[in-house]
């Protein structure tokens, strides 16, 4: 079935010759271990006193301050072992306590979070990410739960195995998907193509993925790669029905045109089915 290869080239060589330097890239301490990842609390460093603490928007433990502020919050966010080693964040706790917070932070991150925190969605998705909302806060936490932890799983399964997560992003969202990021601060590069800044963003910034997911579509292969038909989930992991190669190629019809991205599970169904709602 050509359809069928074609597409399978469109996904596996979506990101072919751009392997995703990650500079600011989200990291995970240790080896890839599905229980730190779906289990533990962010480890972050005070915005105050540079002190070790235990998730990012917790009141700290040594000098008792918690961000209070959006600007306190954001930058409290970008301090923490999602996006530095553990190091890293002691060599940014030091430039801190020495007076120099203005040195210590990324301000790509910082606005970016910035952006999400203006919403009470983005407040709820941060505050899933930093490990402190509960699932049973409300109605769609669910949902927001479940977005958090795909994100997390994807991320750190493209920084202990790049090339693995492969993206194909809707053609005719790119530029609108870009600047959006841009705005979040996802930085684009001189002659970066907006595809492949959406797909680099996606796996190196957390908010970006979360901004995202929403409105991606995780798909899979059902039954033998040669039927060219797929099973189909939300970015939050609920099963979605299944589509035809065809079908999923037509980013310009209905329901497709208001998928950002397609997300493709194959080279990684095993570490993340747990979180994905089983087909029927």
């Not at 930058?75 to 890293?88: F, G, W």
């Not at 806060?137 to 997390?152: F, G, M, W």
Request: charge should be positive; charged fraction near 25%; glycine fraction near 8%.
């Amino acid at each position: 079935m050509p359809n069928v290869r074609r597409f399978a080239t469109c996904v596996s060589g979506s990101l072919s010759g751009h392997t995703i330097p990650r500079p600011h890239a989200i990291q995970y301490v240790g080896m890839y271990q599905r229980e730190e990842i779906s289990r533990s609390m962010t480890t972050a460093v005070c915005f105050r006193c540079g002190a070790f603490k235990h998730g990012a928007l917790n009141e700290c433990e040594t000098c008792g301050t918690p961000p209070i502020s959006t600007v306190e919050q954001a930058i409290s966010l970008s301090l923490t072992d999602h996006h530095y080693s553990a190091e890293e964040l002691k060599r940014l706790g030091g430039k801190i306590v020495s007076g120099k917070l203005e040195r210590s932070v990324d301000t790509g991150l910082v606005t970016g979070y910035l952006e999400s925190l203006r919403s009470d969605h983005g407040r709820d998705m941060a505050r899933l990410m930093d490990g402190t909302l509960s699932q049973n806060e409300n109605p769609e936490s669910r949902d927001k739960s479940q977005t958090c932890l795909i994100a997390k799983r994807l991320l750190a399964i493209a920084e202990q195995f790049p090339g693995r997560v492969r993206l194909v992003a809707n053609p005719g969202m790119e530029r609108k998907v870009s600047k959006v990021f841009v705005e979040m601060g996802a930085r684009r590069k001189l002659f970066q193509s907006a595809s492949n800044h959406i797909y680099r963003a996606t796996l190196t910034y957390g908010f970006a993925i979360l901004r995202i997911l929403p409105s991606s579509l995780l798909i899979s292969n059902y039954g033998h790669p040669e039927m060219g038909v797929f099973n189909c989930w939300s970015g939050s992991g609920r099963f979605r029905g299944r589509k035809t190669v065809a079908q999923l190629r037509e980013f310009n019809k209905e329901p497709m045109m208001k998928v950002a991205m397609i997300i493709f599970l194959a080279f990684i169904f095993d570490e993340i089915e747990e979180l994905l709602e089983p087909p029927p």
